[in-house]
T-cell receptor
Framework: AQTVTQSQPEMSVQEAETVTLSCTYD???????LFWYKQPPSRQMILVIR??????QNATENRFSVNFQKAAKSFSLKISDSQLGDAAMYFC????????FGAGTRLTVKP | DSGVTQTPKHLITATGQRVTLRCSPR?????VYWYQQSLDQGLQFLIQ???????AKGNILERFSAQQFPDLHSELNLSSLELGDSALYFC??????????????FGPGTRLLVL
């Protein structure tokens, strides 16, 4: 079964600085998708960014970008110019037939 | 706002009872997914429906069942409730056209508390 590992239960970043959240996954499949979702205190799950495994180019959405290393099965999220509103739980997810989530990383942004 | 709606937002009930959670997908989405988020288990996939048919099953208990209706809304039925069923239940939807696995968009969730 596919597993998703987020090794950092908590991370902290200073406002305006850059932070990288780590994610690794285990799979034998070649066709899959990877996602980062954000869950603020409201508990709403918000899509941050997605990466298709067949695309070599790393996805970017404004201040959010990923470092996708397919051979290493690594999918980290970089948040640039961190803002107070970025404080949330961040979940990495792998999707082939079904979606599997990591345990999450709680990001704190210090003013 | 993702466009996915869930009702009710909160539900408090007693052990042994049965509840129904409702989800309306985004306009045009044919697939509906149910997830359970509890403190000790994280986010767990329960079940997927595509255009009225069950498509995939995850860690769904036999006490739980779901269906998707012709208008594409879905209901998750939880019966013989136990304290451990207390969790946030999410519904998500996606288009899934031509077999392509599209992004899932999540509803706001239903918070279930079993006393």
């Amino acid at each position: 079964a596919q597993t998703v590992t987020q090794s950092q239960p908590e991370m902290s970043v200073q406002e305006a600085e850059t932070v990288t959240l780590s994610c690794t996954y285990d799979t034998s499949e070649s066709d899959y998708y990877l996602f980062w979702y954000k869950q603020p205190p409201s508990r709403q799950m918000i899509l941050v960014i997605r990466q298709e495994a067949y695309k070599q180019q790393n996805a970017t959405e404004n201040r959010f970008s990923v470092n996708f290393q397919k051979a290493a099965k690594s999918f980290s999220l970089k948040i640039s110019d961190s803002q107070l509103g970025d404080a949330a739980m961040y979940f990495c997810a792998y999707r082939s037939a079904v979606m599997r989530f990591g345990a999450g990383t709680r990001l704190t942004v210090k003013p | 706002d993702s466009g996915v709606t869930q009702t009710p937002k909160h539900l408090i009930t007693a052990t042994g009872q049965r509840v129904t959670l409702r989800c309306s997908p985004r306009s045009g989405d044919l697939s509906v997914y149910w997830y359970q988020q509890s403190l000790d288990q994280g986010l767990q996939f329960l079940i997927q429906y595509y255009n009225g048919e069950e498509r995939a099953k995850g860690n769904i208990l036999e006490r739980f069942s779901a269906q998707q209706f012709p208008d594409l809304h879905s209901e998750l039925n939880l019966s013989s409730l136990e304290l451990g069923d207390s969790a946030l239940y999410f519904c998500a939807s996606s288009t899934e056209n031509s077999g392509r696995r599209e992004t899932q968009y999540f509803g706001p969730g239903t918070r279930l508390l079993v006393l």
